[in-house]
């Protein structure tokens, strides 16, 4: 039984972001990647160079999560650790040479989500809805620890 609420902004957006995310699962099997995995690294690659700390908050998750996906995108050798020069503790994230080849691979993915998904729009109705999402992310605030301040978008953009 649907409610008043199910059609709401907030429930639209979560369902179609839960979707897209089942979705990306589905074409991931037989990846060696996880989605948590590609979406790191889709991070890394918009952040290079950004500290551990900093790509945690970005992602929203616990630094120690962060670190185990670290760890397992390091042993595939996407993703490499490098110290930061300004504090001895920390460490900054960058791609390795192997990167761009499984980047590549998770684009295919998300262009086929993001097909499917908007299938029956016509151009004018997408780009409507890419800059009304665009200026609401925006109106919400920007968090972000690149130097352009150029707000992450997530897997299936």
Do not use: W
Not at 110 to 138: F, G, H, P, W
Request: net charge negative; aromatic share 4%.
């Amino acid at each position: 039984m649907q409610t008043e609420h199910d059609n709401s902004l907030g429930f639209l957006l979560a369902d179609v972001s839960r979707l897209m995310r089942a979705a990306f699962n589905e074409h991931l099997q037989g990846s060696s990647l996880t989605l948590a995995q590609a979406r790191a690294l889709i991070y890394v690659s918009r952040h290079e160079g950004c500290r551990q700390v900093e790509l945690a908050a970005l992602l929203e998750i616990q630094p120690i999560t962060l670190a185990r996906l670290l760890d397992q995108l390091a042993e595939q050798d996407l993703v490499e650790r490098r110290p930061d020069p300004a504090d001895r503790r920390a460490y900054r994230l960058f791609l390795t040479p192997a990167a761009p080849l499984q980047l590549r691979a998770i684009k295919q993915v998300t262009d086929l989500i993001c097909a499917d998904a908007l299938r029956d729009l016509d151009e004018q109705q997408i780009n409507t809805l890419m800059q009304a999402l665009n200026k609401m992310r925006n109106n919400l605030g920007i968090s972000d620890c690149s130097p352009d301040n150029t707000a992450p978008v997530a897997v299936g953009s």
